[in-house]
């Protein structure tokens, strides 16, 4: 038996094989050959994404005072570009309670076997939250993260949702998950604690703010350039974070809801373009005409259909004159001897008591414009994006159920452009509903880039199997298969493979010792791969193993990936109970990982994944 890569990988990607064990449940008439290379055919893989590279797809949020609007028709929407009337080619309702328990996995599974039978039917949305530590004080992150904990206590069922933390650079808490529980070990176990920010120091912004007012115009020139680098550092890094994000969401299918903690929001934007805000008359300014980088990140977002809820992680505040902590530096700061006099609190008496006052109201009208500026970019993104800002508010953990209440029941419409000049110029894209006086939320328009070059935006969709395998992604069960997850030295049939070139994962030589190695032995419903008959009583299939193993911080340290050709009997494919066996190995170093499982039926293109955590011990 030999086996081969089936894998149509994108460009750049390097795809390789390992080595399997095949058995089935009528063995003596079972056989598994290579197919050849030449005559292979080209799958058809089923799309991860429901549309075309030519259809523009607009999800909208439809509320009557505040709450879903449910049974609206395709008749009722009349969806407008540029404002031409477009015909609406797809027509879908999304409900929150869409997320309805299913049967769950099969009863009584062996230990340590796991299946990708699925436990919800993800038909709605898909929610993640990112924790802003770069943009936000420390104080405020502790804060934040209190909150979602006792979120989580009364998450809907079925709700699933992915946490990412921003610092130094993006880091995944916890990949998609229905059960709160995984998310809130997740919060409290160290991956998702508060983390001072590498580049934002409000206290060191101050001091230098204080000094400059007394020590002349070479002084405040100093911390305002000093500040200004600061907020560029901070918006480069926080678009590269936006832009990593938006690419690993566009290989989930469907609405995104991204509910963004910040402490600050590092864009400028300016107003261009016009949305119908009633679904009647009334036009607003919404759309942002970004910078390049920007600009960049919306169509990313565009393209992975990912809706930006940002939360102000400062809540309620006040000005600084509130706060009985605030202190102002007296005119001796940096006099000429050298001496620090001691700050004056907004309460001191005596001849410095005016300047202290002039110098508060000071602090507090740049606190107040800088907070609107910050609220200014929320609203004006948000809107961008079909999603809502939230800020002034201490009820964080409302915003979050708000924000996903509000983007788990929406509308899907969807057209081919009647404009097919790709020039990359904006397009507003407006939806009016004639007979009623609702709230509409939706993405108010795109950049017309050329289909083919948009595709390239996003490499996950070139290769459905790559986007399933990510870490943290939605797994996906249409394949059904159960897998057997044990140290190969504890599976005596595996014995056979357990040596040989790349047995142990295309990393494996990389990884730090000590290392063990995993048997996954698959059982996999015959039923659920297609084939094609052979003559001669058999039938031919192609199926692809695959495993990515990755270490707590999201990066893939090993995987392993190999393709079959199996010949079965023709009467396997009259008993429903037929089962498919198949053996792959992988390297696992000490200490804590996720291992992610896939099964690819490549006639068909679908797929089926799980991901489990393993933790080996020294």
Known sequence: MKAGCLLPCHAGAVCLFGLLSLVADLPAQTSASAPQQNTQPT????????????????????????????????????????????????????????????????????????????????????????????????????????????????????????????????????????????????????????????????????????????????????????????????????????????RYLSTIPGRKNLMWFSGSFPFSVSLRGSQTTDGASQTTNLVSDFEDPVKKLEELLTLARVAVYPIDALGLVGVPSASAETTVMPPGLLNSTGSSPAPIAPSAAGPQRNNTASKLESQDRNFLASLATSHGAMDLFAKSTGGKAYYNTNAIAGAVGDAIAIGSNYYTLAYTPQNQNYNGDFRAVAVKLPEHQYELAYRPGYYAQDPVKAAKLIPGRLSPLIAAMQHGVLPLSQVPFTVKVVPASNDPAAAQNANGPNAGGMLSSKLKSPVTRYSAEFTINAVGIDFRPLGGGKNHREIELTQALYDPEGIRINYNDAGLAVDTPAAMDSNPQARIRLTQQIDVPAGQTYLRIGVHDLMSGRIGTLEIPLNVST
Request: aromatic share 8%; net charge negative.
């Open 43 to 246: 799958p058809e893989p089923i799309p991860l994404f429901r549309t075309q590279a030519d259809l523009v797809l607009v999800d909208v949020v439809v509320r009557d005072r505040g709450q879903p609007v449910h049974g609206l028709k395709a008749e009722d929407f009349h969806l407008f570009e540029d404002g031409a009337e477009q015909k609406i080619t797809v027509f879908e309702e999304h409900r929150s309670t869409d997320a309805i328990e299913t049967s769950g996995p099969p009863p009584n599974l062996p230990p340590d076997t796991y299946s990708d039978a699925p436990r919800y039917a993800i038909t709605s949305a898909a929610n993640v939250i990112l924790l802003d530590a770069l943009n936000t004080p420390l104080t405020d992150q502790v804060y934040v993260r209190q909150r979602m904990l006792a979120y989580l206590k009364s998450i809907p069922p079925g709700t699933r949702i992915a946490a990412f933390t921003l610092g130094s650079r993006l880091r995944v808490i916890e990949g998609f998950a229905a059960d709160p529980s995984v998310l809130e070990k997740a919060l409290t176990e160290g991956r998702g604690h508060p983390e001072s920010s590498p580049v934002m120091d409000p206290m060191f912004d101050q001091t230098m703010t204080d000094a400059a007012d007394f020590a002349g115009s070479g002084m405040l020139e100093f911390a305002a350039e000093s500040q200004d680098f600061e907020w560029h550092m901070r918006r480069e890094m926080t678009i590269d974070a936006l832009t990593q994000l938006a």
